[in-house]
Nanobody, 129 residues
Framework: QVQLVESGGGLVQPGGSLRLSCAASGSSLDSYAIAWFRQGPGKGREGISCISTSDGSTYYLDSVKGRFTISRDNAKNTVYLQMNSLKPEDTAAYYC??????????????????????WGQGTQVTVSS
């Protein structure tokens, strides 16, 4: 079983950047697909980015494409979300989630919350001037 801990959230001005980290323990992340979700005030939880196990294929919600980048460092058992050009509408609690362990090679990941088995506690991102 894998435990996930997010960090890196905070208050940032519009146009600024943050890098979120999702550190895992209890299991190696290299056989897990990892996704980032967010839940803004009064909104449902939405998947914004994910990364597969084998070739590191990545997927993004349209509203964050070109601004956010997901990456994984299996040696550090950590997944990152680099967020640039932040907007007030990016304000939300951000969560990482893991699906797996997945057998064999996997070149796909999902942005649906129902696909994920393990969740972190979240980190708050506030974009405001």
């Amino acid at each position: 079983q894998v435990q996930l801990v997010e960090s890196g959230g905070g208050l940032v001005q519009p146009g600024g950047s943050l890098r979120l980290s999702c550190a895992a323990s209890g299991s190696s992340l290299d056989s897990y697909a990892i996704a980032w979700f967010r839940q803004g005030p009064g909104k449902g939880r939405e998947g914004i980015s994910c990364i597969s196990t084998s070739d590191g294929s990545t997927y993004y919600l349209d509203s964050v494409k070109g601004r956010f980048t997901i990456s994984r460092d299996n040696a550090k058992n950590t997944v990152y979300l680099q967020m640039n050009s932040l907007k007030p509408e990016d304000t939300a609690a951000y969560y990482c989630a893991a699906e797996g362990p997945l057998p064999g090679s996997s070149f796909y990941c999902s942005l649906s919350a129902t696909s994920y088995d393990y969740w972190g506690q979240g980190t708050q991102v506030t974009v405001s001037s």
